[in-house]
């Protein structure tokens, strides 16, 4: 049976893999269209077969090689080479796939200037827009907090991303507002979503403090974000990103009732 819980089909639900590591993929597949989700994000093209086998979409791919990442990736023009032949085989692929959505990383400031750094990030990236463009996918930039989980990281604040969207004016490139990240970052969060939705092409949660269940144990009132972005008009995936404390798939469960609004 798919879908028991008879959502109200008001967000489109998903959930990132890597905080489900003790399931394998096809199990997880499995409990997630029990939950009514339709998308695991985060995942590589080997994953690919196995959410075809499930029917379920990945609202976000992450295809990078262990050498780039979040910490090393576009803030640095010496990647750009690189990075631009990972993006050039790795977009075909998701368009065949059916899939939309390709993560990118800004990289690790290690001295870099933000101003700077969002003008290499921009350089990279238009190498790139083209190939976005012809098999029309986006590429999708997250947010991270630099002060507890990745120490450095420049694209850190809603603003920063935003003017890097605005330079690169390109429908294809968006936003990967993670709730988490941006409650330690600035807060703010439901006003911050309401001025810059536009920019935003996907979300992430997780509960503030220690990234796990998005329940009453932490600060944050998801039911309120949740009516905050439907009511922008948003139509893509909210992906459940937070380490389960206590049975996976019962926290899973509880978090998409709650999101479910």
């Known amino acids: 049976?798919?879908?028991?819980?008879?959502?109200?089909?008001?967000?489109?639900?998903?959930?990132?893999?890597?905080?489900?590591?003790?399931?394998?993929?096809?199990?997880?597949?499995?409990?997630?269209?029990?939950?009514?989700?339709?998308?695991?994000?985060?995942l590589g093209p080997?994953?690919?077969?196995?959410?075809?086998?499930?029917?379920?979409?990945?609202?976000?791919?992450?295809?990078?090689p262990d050498t780039y990442g979040i910490e090393k990736c576009f803030n640095r023009v010496a990647h750009h080479d690189d990075l631009f032949e990972i993006y050039r085989d790795l977009i075909p692929v998701v368009a065949a796939a059916g899939f939309k959505n390709i993560i990118c990383f800004s990289g690790n400031r290690e001295g870099l200037s933000d101003p700077k750094g969002l003008q290499n990030c921009?350089?990279?990236?238009?190498?790139?827009?083209?190939?976005?463009?012809?098999?029309?996918?986006?590429?999708?930039?997250?947010?991270?907090?630099?002060?507890?989980?990745?120490?450095?990281?420049?694209?850190?604040?809603?603003?920063?991303?935003?003017?890097?969207?605005?330079?690169?004016?390109n429908e294809h490139f968006k936003i990967l507002y993670d709730?988490?990240?941006?409650?330690?970052?600035?807060?703010?969060?439901?006003?911050?979503?309401?001025?810059?939705?536009?920019?935003i092409g996907h979300y992430h949660t997780g509960g503030v403090p220690g990234r796990n269940e998005i329940d009453s144990s932490q600060e944050l009132n998801y039911e309120a974000i949740m009516k905050a972005i439907?009511?922008?008009?948003?139509?893509?995936y909210v992906a459940q990103e937070f380490i389960p404390l206590k049975d996976p798939v019962t926290s899973l469960r509880e978090a998409i009732i709650l999101c479910d609004v």
């Open 46 to 64: 080997d994953d690919f077969e196995t959410v075809h086998k499930h029917k379920l979409d990945c609202g976000m791919v992450y295809g990078l």
């Open 122 to 169: 921009y350089l990279g990236l238009q190498r790139i827009m083209p190939l976005a463009e012809k098999y029309d996918v986006n590429i999708v930039i997250e947010l991270l907090n630099s002060l507890v989980d990745h120490p450095d990281y420049q694209c850190d604040h809603t603003e920063w991303a935003v003017e890097l969207c605005r330079q690169l004016d």
């Open 1 to 42: 049976m798919e879908n028991f819980l008879n959502l109200k089909g008001n967000i489109n639900h998903s959930v990132c893999r890597w905080c489900y590591e003790d399931l394998t993929l096809d199990v997880l597949c499995a409990e997630a269209k029990k939950l009514g989700i339709k998308s695991i994000d985060l």
């Open 230 to 236: 439907v009511k922008t008009g948003y139509s893509g």
């Open 179 to 199: 709730v988490y990240h941006m409650q330690i970052m600035e807060g703010n969060i439901i006003s911050n979503i309401q001025k810059y939705f536009s920019y």
